[in-house]
């Protein structure tokens, strides 16, 4: 059962108009990392999904591995977005699947391995041959990261509950400044759980997803956040209300994330809205683009 404290700004539970609610927080000032985000229309933030794959291979770095940290790093990604799974036996490892078959030469559901028997298998390349790295566990992410990159992590189904203890690694490993936990709006009353049990947090902790305004001004109320993600659609990344929503949160003092969907043309929209971070699998293609801005 998580114990309370949450990491920034959550506040009532989604699906529908909830009805709980909880005692809102006095803003803050805005956090070194949350100024860095928030800067200049000609500097967008990038969360590389998995760390970035698409020359995994020629990189010697599979996705979600540890040598891709360096690799991300060296890119010039801002951030790892990452995957955190949990292990029978109670450890924490880096696998986005459910089941360990695509990214491994082992089979079955991640949630049933020992981390003895994960550290037996090798992971794999995105053209599925198989490479000398192994399954990495938060612990190892947490080291090989610190000062390269900010990790931003989702917590995989049946993880969400056991957000005490990952904390508690983060906390063991002085790795607070050094991750962000992407979190649906719908599980904001589990994180302000969390949240008022006094553990240490900070307003650049979770990155809430959101879908309209309603939710913006409730999580901003009772965790006054840094950051959230507001969802798009792939078919329409940059219609109206997307932007229009967009707009609402930046003009409250909040740094906005979109994934990068759509044409460059979209994302430029995304961008003179105020998106200030892309979340993307196709990471060196938004690179590109967004060097190619600054010098238009």
Same mark, same amino acid.
């Given at each position: 059962? $998580? ?31 949350a ?15 998995r760390g970035?794959?698409e ?13 891709n ?18 292990t029978?036996?109670?450890?924490f ?13 082992g ?7 020992e981390l ?8 794999r390349f995105?053209d ?24 931003k ?15 508690k ?6 790795a $607070?400044?050094?991750?962000i ?6 599980d ?12 240490p947090y900070?307003r ?14 409730e ?18 990344p940059a ?11 930046v003009d ?15 994302w430029?929209? $995304? ?19 967004l060097k190619?801005l600054?010098?238009?």
């Amino acid at each position: 059962m $998580l114990r309370c404290n949450a990491t920034f700004w959550l506040c009532l539970i989604a699906a529908g108009p909830a009805q709980c609610r909880f005692a809102p927080i006095v803003a803050e000032e805005a956090t070194p990392r949350a100024k860095e985000f928030r800067s200049s229309p000609l500097d967008v933030k990038i969360a590389a999904h998995r760390g970035g794959y698409e020359t995994d291979k020629a990189d010697d770095a599979p996705e979600n591995s540890v040598a891709n940290i360096l690799v991300c790093q060296q890119k010039g990604y801002a951030l790892y977005e990452t995957d955190i799974q949990r292990t029978r036996d109670g450890h924490f490892v880096i696998v986005h699947d459910e089941t360990i078959d695509r990214e491994t030469n082992g089979s079955g559901a991640a949630s049933e391995q020992e981390l003895s028997d994960l550290k037996k298998l090798h992971k794999r390349f995105h053209d599925q041959s198989v490479s000398e790295h192994r399954v990495a566990t938060l612990e190892e992410f947490l080291i090989e990261g610190k000062n390269r990159v900010v990790f931003k992590a989702d917590l995989k189904p049946g993880v969400t509950q056991f957000f005490d203890e990952i904390m508690k690694v983060v906390a063991r490993h002085d790795a $607070l400044d050094g991750i962000i936990f992407r979190v649906p709006y719908r599980d904001a009353k589990l994180y302000a759980d969390y949240r008022s049990g006094g553990v240490p947090y900070h307003r650049d902790l979770l990155m809430f997803m959101v879908s309209n305004k309603k939710q913006v001004d409730e999580i901003q109320e009772q965790f006054d956040p840094s950051t959230i993600q507001v969802n798009v659609s792939k078919k329409d990344p940059a219609d109206a209300r997307t932007l229009e929503l967009i707009r609402y949160a930046v003009d409250k003092g909040i740094t906005v994330e979109t994934h990068a969907e759509g044409t460059e043309e979209d994302w430029k929209k $995304l961008i003179d809205a105020g998106v200030r971070m892309f979340h993307t699998s196709k990471p060196s293609r938004v690179k590109t683009f967004l060097k190619q801005l600054r010098h238009d």
